[in-house]
């Protein structure tokens, strides 16, 4: 299991760096494709066919979305690679809804993704099994409906988690708990003090729930362009003694 890093700009995608969206491959499975903000399918381009992906959303902002309907051009149109069959999207509960109308040809219609997509809402707490990983959602602290993602290879025992987007709350222990790569919100920067609640995490959050979670590695993702990143990062390590990564595009995780 490997964790490329597509975009990991928080909230706009800036020259050089997409918004959000990550890929997790495998050797020998199909993989999954988690968010896909702005500029994500021109970078996925870089590592392999976009058809050849399962698709996952953490929530539905479009900082972390809109590059779906791109994809289903791609997927259903391409003059000679198109999908050849459909692959899974999980996502919240209306996503049929807010991404069919994001690529419906009529103002008030609604695409159905289904010749190329077999949906399934998220429920909180239920494990669902893409190839060989068991992907669990959690419910996140968020304007709408939002999970954060563990991702668990029960051959090697290795765990990505991601927080999607997210405030500082101790419900999301489970989902984080022991992960090998924690990748972690850090849009409010150095601090959210000041900043509207129940939005984002700050450096110093982000690094608190890795430290009570205990996990391997934190990977700070989700900066917003205009702020500090050293500041961002100082702030996590004052939380958290373990390793500290500032998430970059094109950046690749594999377990050691």
């Known amino acids: 299991m490997k964790l490329t890093i597509l975009g990991c700009s928080g909230s706009v995608p800036v020259p050089g760096n997409a918004a959000s969206g990550y890929l997790v491959s495998f050797p020998d499975a199909t993989s999954i494709i988690v968010d896909m903000g702005p500029g994500t399918l021109a970078q996925l381009q870089k590592y392999q066919d976009p058809v050849n ?13 809109l590059d779906f309907p791109s994809l289903l051009v791609w997927r259903r149109y391409h003059p000679y690679a198109p999908a050849r069959e459909r692959n899974f999207c999980f996502a919240p509960s209306y996503a ?3 991404l069919g109308r994001l690529s419906s040809d009529d103002v008030d ?45 029960p051959r090697s025992g290795k765990v990505i988690a991601y927080s999607g987007d997210t405030a500082f709350t101790t419900d999301l222990i489970p989902a984080v708990k022991h992960a090998d790569y924690f990748l972690c919100e850090a849009a409010w920067g150095q601090s959210s003090d000041g900043k509207p609640g129940g939005m984002h995490m700050s450096g110093g959050e982000a690094g608190r729930l890795a430290r009570l979670a205990e996990v391997k590695t934190l990977v700070l993702t989700h900066l917003q362009p205009w702020g500090d990143a050293e500041a961002t990062v100082a702030a996590a390590r004052a939380e958290f003694a373990g390793e500290i990564i500032l998430a970059r595009p094109d950046m690749q995780l594999e377990f050691r």
């Open 53 to 65: 992906a399962h698709v996952l959303f953490s929530h539905l902002h479009a900082d972390h979305c």
């Open 96 to 98: 049929p809804t807010h």
């Open 109 to 153: 219609g609604v695409d159905d993704m289904a010749d190329t997509f077999i949906f399934s809402p998220w429920e909180h707490g239920k494990p669902e099994k893409l190839g060989e990983v068991l992907i669990t959602p959690y419910r996140a602290f968020h304007p709408v409906e939002t999970y954060a993602l563990r991702f668990e290879d």
